[in-house]
Nanobody
Framework: QVLLVESGGGSVQTGGSLRLSCVAS????????MGWFRQVPGKEREGVATILTGRGPIVYSYYADSVKGRFTISRDNAKNTVYLQMDGLKPEDTALYYC????????????????WGQGTQITVSS
């Protein structure tokens, strides 16, 4: 059974920091590509960051332009966990954040990922 469990969501003031965690179990634990997406009411789910673990120590990461320099994605393969460190949070970061796993191309597209977490709410107040 594939399961992605997110944690770390909550409310924070503008400029604050939060770290999201996503623990994968089942077949998703073998996924080399994992990512974070976010969605607000009335808008499509958008890719925030993805991370691809290559064969060996090489790791590739992607960030949406809106979060570059503020968010950092990382992965602990031994713990089957992916993290999203969010610094300098802005009200426009308010959204439901989803963990995603299992993508061959590891593109920041919803259609490219096969498994999703339940979502965790991030609210940034002015």
């Amino acid at each position: 059974q594939v399961l992605l469990v997110e944690s770390g969501g909550g409310s924070v003031q503008t400029g604050g920091s939060l770290r999201l965690s996503c623990v994968a179990s089942g077949v998703a634990t073998s996924s080399r590509c994992m990512g974070w997406f976010r969605q607000v009411p009335g808008k499509e789910r958008e890719g925030v960051a993805t991370i691809l673990t290559g064969r060996g120590p090489i790791v590739y990461s992607y960030y949406a332009d809106s979060v570059k320099g503020r968010f950092t994605i990382s992965r602990d393969n031994a713990k089957n966990t992916v993290y999203l460190q969010m610094d300098g949070l802005k009200p426009e970061d308010t959204a439901l954040y989803y963990c995603a796993a299992d993508s061959i191309q590891c593109r920041p597209s919803r259609a490219d990922f096969n498994y999703w977490g339940q979502g965790t709410q991030i609210t940034v107040s002015s």
